[in-house]
């Protein structure tokens, strides 16, 4: 969503006549847009200010700085304080970034983060040039309020952008270039037009958007995946064969003491119905190792549910206790260590699996669709259906959809040899 929101906040800026560079000596703004879901990329954005404050900018004028994103939510005036930047805008505010960059050439405080009511998305720009692959903002925030989880309080309560302002955006960034969308939402899954209408509706009304040929949805939450969007993984052939829905941890206490408010069999249930529905199913989850009061029996749970179900990725972090949630002030925080090794084991069991789905994926023939270059002369980097990076090499350009047998696995891409160029 960042990279979304990203793109979304250059589009304004162009419009008020900047153009986008990506050498910050050439800058006349810089634009750090932030991540505050663990400690780590929180940090990092104080470092990287420090950074931006060395470079020399357009004509040796120092550009401004403006954090926006979830830390600038967050820490609002203490940003201000501690590192003394131009601009701070949240993530429900930006928006009104043109406006704040101008108040702040003149000298002026230029802090927003608020979160309105009316959502931001009207007072955006329309969308151009846009890449093969292109993000769609559906739904933002969440209410489930996992215990550990600061998105309900930097993102704010759970919002649907309305149906036919998304079907409108969608042939907007086709006409723009794209031809794979991805929707976006904090739990996408949960989105509604308040009418009954739930994600599968939206994504049949975007199947039949002419020259839109795949559509794929993150993150979901396992108690939002309801029947209509299962069927609809068997019934839309442009939905794409992909799943990314996180467990966080495999013990029923640990789900519990997280809030998750489902437990272990009722997320492999679901991944039966899942694998009934679309028995080529690629299923991508986000773990949590070490969370307070975790034991080792229970982190073992975890690593025999990542062995049921044989996830093709997964992303996996060390719990990261975040200020203002629950599970922040809880006594027994995991040792360092303990969490180092519980990491790296995990992390060897989802590489294992993930070698051995693209290894199974050899010799199967299927649409790849070129996002970029390669490194060498000739080579194209594009995805399959189930979101492997495939590499094929040829007259080809960004863009293409190819049809690809895929001939040899590594650990993370595949190579691929083509076959054609598919039609629309
Ligand atoms: N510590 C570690 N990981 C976290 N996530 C969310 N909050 C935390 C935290 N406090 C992870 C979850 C979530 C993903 C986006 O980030 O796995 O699904
Ligand atoms: Fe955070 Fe996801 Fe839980 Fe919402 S469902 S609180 S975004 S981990």
Redesign the pocket.
């Known amino acids: 969503m960042n990279v979304y929101d990203g793109e979304r906040m250059a589009e304004l800026m162009a419009a008020e006549g900047m153009v986008a560079t990506d050498d910050a000596n050439a800058a006349d703004l810089v634009v750090l847009n932030t991540c505050h879901i663990r400690e780590k990329a929180t940090e990092k954005v104080y470092s990287d200010i420090g950074r931006v404050r060395k470079v020399a900018g357009a004509e040796g004028r120092a550009p401004m700085i403006a954090v926006a994103g979830c830390v600038a939510q967050a820490e609002g005036e203490e940003i201000v304080r501690r590192a003394k930047v131009d601009v701070v805008v949240g993530p429900q505010a930006y928006h009104n970034l043109p406006k704040l960059v101008a108040a702040a050439a003149k000298g002026e405080a230029a802090l927003d983060t608020d979160m309105p009511l009316a959502s931001k998305f009207g007072a955006l720009p329309a969308r151009r040039n846009v890449a093969p692959g292109a993000f769609l903002t559906v739904q933002e925030g969440?209410?489930?309020?996992?215990t550990?989880?600061?998105?309900?309080y930097t993102?704010g309560a759970e919002i649907s952008r309305p149906f036919a302002a998304i079907v409108d955006e969608a042939k907007a960034l086709v006409d723009a270039g794209a031809r794979e969308i991805t929707l976006l939402g904090?739990?996408v899954n949960a989105w509604s037009d308040g009418d009954g209408r739930g994600l599968h509706d939206l994504i049949r009304a975007l199947d039949r958007v002419p020259g839109l040929a795949r559509i794929r949805y993150t993150?979901s939450?396992p108690n939002d995946m309801a029947q209509g969007l299962i069927d609809a993984h068997r019934d839309v052939e442009s939905l794409m064969p992909f799943l990314h829905l996180?467990v966080?941890a495999g013990s029923d206490r640990v789900l519990r003491a997280?809030?998750?408010q489902h437990t272990r069999n009722g997320y492999l249930r679901l991944l039966d119905r899942m694998r009934a529905a679309r028995p080529d199913i690629a299923l991508s989850g986000?773990f949590i190792v070490g969370f307070p009061g975790e034991t080792e029996a229970e982190f073992a749970e975890t690593l025999s549910l990542v062995d049921a179900v044989g996830y093709a990725q997964a992303y996996s972090f060390k719990y990261s206790p975040r200020p203002g949630t629950p599970a922040a002030t809880l006594g027994e925080q995991v040792a360092a260590e303990v969490m180092d090794e519980r990491l790296q084991r995990l992390q060897a069991a989802l590489q294992r699996d993930q070698a051995a789905f693209n290894a199974a994926s050899v010799g199967r023939t299927c649409r790849v669709l070129i996002e970029r270059k390669g490194k060498r002369d000739g080579q194209w980097l594009g995805k399959s259906p189930w979101l492997q990076s495939v590499h094929v090499v040829g007259p080809h350009a960004i863009g293409d959809m190819l049809d690809v047998t895929l001939v040899e696995a590594g650990p993370l891409s595949l190579t691929g040899e083509v076959r054609a160029l598919a039609a629309a």
Not at 142 to 146: A, E, H, Q, S
Not at 148 to 152: D, F, K, L
């Open positions: 969440c209410d489930k309020f996992c550990y989880c600061v998105v309900p993102r904090q739990n993150t939450h996180p966080q997280m809030n998750r986000d």
